[in-house]
């Protein structure tokens, strides 16, 4: 839980969370090698349930972060591509990600 405040605490200036993150991170790594994709993949990238990864589609959305629309050929599958804002966000993310996980003490050594 600590790792967790911390990363928050480093990401607040960017206005964004640890979870958020990771999606973004999960989507770009995942559109780099597919293009669009749909939200079960990125939830399968991230490790986190789809009803997650819906609602944080919606708020990554709202901040012109992600653009979703219907596609593949099925009106219930949204098709996710990440855009040159979230790229740019999740790029000042990854020093600052860095960053707080260098300061943490290990453990089990």
């Known amino acids: 839980m600590a790792w967790q405040r911390s990363v928050n605490r480093a990401l607040r200036p960017l206005g964004l969370t640890h979870t958020q993150a990771l ?18 993949v990125i939830s399968a990238e991230a490790g986190l349930d789809k009803v997650t990864v819906s609602t944080l589609m919606r708020t990554l959305e709202s901040r012109g972060l992600v653009d979703r629309d219907v596609g593949f050929g099925d009106d219930r599958v949204w098709r996710v591509m990440i855009t040159t804002k979230g790229e740019r966000l999740l790029a000042s993310a990854v020093p600052l990600l860095e960053e707080a996980s260098s300061v943490l003490p290990r453990r089990g050594r």
């Open 23 to 40: 999606v973004l991170s999960a989507l770009d790594a995942a559109f780099k090698r597919a293009g669009a994709v749909s939200q079960a």
